[in-house]
């Protein structure tokens, strides 16, 4: 939380608070004080939270709901306390809990929508924020909310419009200026883009996102060696890893090693590393130095018959009937699918019936997998996680559908289980493929490592989330249905990409 939108934060809650007062019950835990002490301790909560001290925040606010258990601002404040903590859940129920006692409190409408955000309820993070605006046209962070809804969903032009809003009401909002940046750069506006995020570092010279995403862009028009001076004006672990990639394209080949060695000094465990790593080193027929996975080829598994699946009943056919009646996007913006749907949710975020049952049959087959290999001692073996904390999303092709070249940074292991694959002509179709090439890197022997695999209905895939991949596009009426997963490594130390 940056000091303005603290400030606002502050002002709102105090403007709540007031609206809210009631006298103490006979209940109260402050029954010999006078009738303004939930305002006094609404207040100290706030800046317990605006210190980052959420604890005795949490501690304030739960006090106050033991004397007045219908105290909008408090409940809306642990709601906010549970979305930093990252319980979406709990957020939206005690937030919901708020309007239901105060349907016009603009700011817990603007937090319920975040936190419908990230259970990737998108719709209804829109009408939260819509009913945001709708209350308050003036509050700067409901736009920018909104914006970044629109970006997840792919409305772009929705998005730069929001974000446009927010900072006619707010000019010097610096991440506003920066998620435009993003936007305009997805929609290829790169001069517009590039203005964006000058406007955000004039404000803020030491931004480090806006700084990052400068980044991307000069290093998609080939600018390697502004990227990296933007890179490292940026300061982030993906900064150091994309200087790599600049590195790499301009042939300085000593550098990129030299980085390599400081990135394996800093203990850095990254599978983007991997990914550059493997592939230089393949394409320049030097020792791969980097320790995450060697011989990543060697490492993909595909499982005929999972461990723990019996589609007796129907299990195959019941869950893809199920995440079709999910929220799910057209070709999302970010993402490699094309010609196809891809839900925005985690669909293991306490998973319940037919998922939860293929959550316990993925775990199962890691834990074979892991037995498998337990005898390696590179870091991908050694340190992959014990606990087994999935992250996946379901994708559905139609005709022509297929997925480009990726890799998943923010995983260790990552793996797809399929539903249902079509009957195809061409055994290739449909296929997927895993390789040591993407991203564009530059090729100088096109004898790079790649091999194709052809799954069937109720097949499970398991792979180094470093290992690039990609799906053939196929030609059949039928879906091709399969939820992708990523086991999580127990602390991620990359930055976010470049998203909103």
């Known amino acids: 939380m940056n000091r303005a939108e603290k400030r606002r934060q502050q002002k709102l ?9 009631r006298p103490p019950s006979s209940s109260s835990p402050f029954p010999e004080r006078p009738a303004g002490i939930i305002d006094q301790s609404l207040s100290l909560a706030l800046q317990h939270l605006i210190g980052g001290r959420s604890a005795q925040a949490e501690r304030l606010y739960t006090k106050i709901l033991e004397a007045e258990p ?46 419908f955000k990230h259970l990737g309820r998108l719709a209804e993070a829109v009408a939260s924020h819509d009913k945001a605006i709708s209350i308050n046209p003036d509050n700067a962070s409901a736009h920018f909310n909104h914006g970044n809804v629109f970006y997840q969903l792919g409305r772009l032009n929705e998005a730069v419009t929001s974000y446009h809003k927010a900072l006619a009401i707010k000019p010097e909002y610096v991440e506003a200026h920066c998620n435009l940046g993003i936007t305009l750069q997805n929609q290829e506006n790169y001069d517009l883009a590039a203005a964006s995020y000058q406007k955000a570092l004039a404000i803020k010279p030491d931004f480090a996102k806006a700084h990052y995403n400068l980044g991307t862009l000069l290093q998609h028009r080939g600018q390697f060696n502004d990227a990296i001076a933007r890179y490292d004006l940026s300061g982030l672990e993906i900064s150091r890893i994309k200087s790599l990639e600049c590195l790499y394209a301009l042939e300085m080949y000593d550098e990129f090693y030299l980085s390599i060695d400081k990135l394996i000094k800093a203990g ?39 461990v723990g699946l019996d589609d007796d009943d129907g299990f195959l056919r019941r869950l893809g009937d199920e995440l079709k009646s999910r929220a799910i996007d057209w070709e999302p913006t970010g993402k490699t699918t094309h010609n196809g749907f891809q839900s925005p949710s985690n669909l293991f975020i306490n998973p319940m019936g037919l998922l939860a049952e293929l959550e316990t049959i993925i775990k199962e087959n890691i834990e074979n997998y892991r037995s498998e290999f337990s005898s390696e001692s590179f870091d991908f073996i050694k340190f992959m996680p014990r606990k087994l904390a999935l992250e996946g999303w379901a994708v559905r092709f139609l005709q022509g559908g297929h ?15 399929y539903l249902q694959v079509p009957k195809i002509c061409d055994q290739d179709e449909g296929s997927i493929e895993f390789g040591l090439w993407g991203y564009n890197y530059p090729i100088l022997d096109n004898n790079f490592p790649r091999k194709r695999y052809y799954p069937k209905n109720g097949n499970l895939v398991l792979f180094p989330s470093s290992l690039f991949h990609r799906t053939i596009p196929f030609h059949s009426d039928e879906e091709r249905t399969c939820v992708a997963f990523d086991l999580m490594p127990a602390k991620f130390a990359m930055a976010d990409f470049a998203n909103v």
């Open 403 to 417: 997925q480009t070249g990726h890799i998943h940074p923010g995983g260790w292991l990552s793996g797809v289980f």
């Open 70 to 115: 219908k105290q909008p601002v408090a409940l809306h404040f642990l709601g906010v306390i549970a979305r930093q903590r990252g319980n979406n859940f709990l957020s939206v129920d005690l937030i919901s809990k708020a309007l239901a006692i105060d349907p016009d409190y603009a700011e817990a409408h603007n937090n319920l929508g975040t936190a």
């Open 268 to 306: 850095t465990k990254s599978p983007y590393v991997a990914a550059i790593s493997a592939f230089a080193s393949q394409q320049l027929n030097r020792a791969d130095s980097y320790p995450f996975c060697k011989n990543p080829m060697d490492f993909v598994r595909m499982y005929e018959k999972p």
């Open 13 to 21: 809650a105090e403007k709540a608070a007031k609206k809210a007062k």
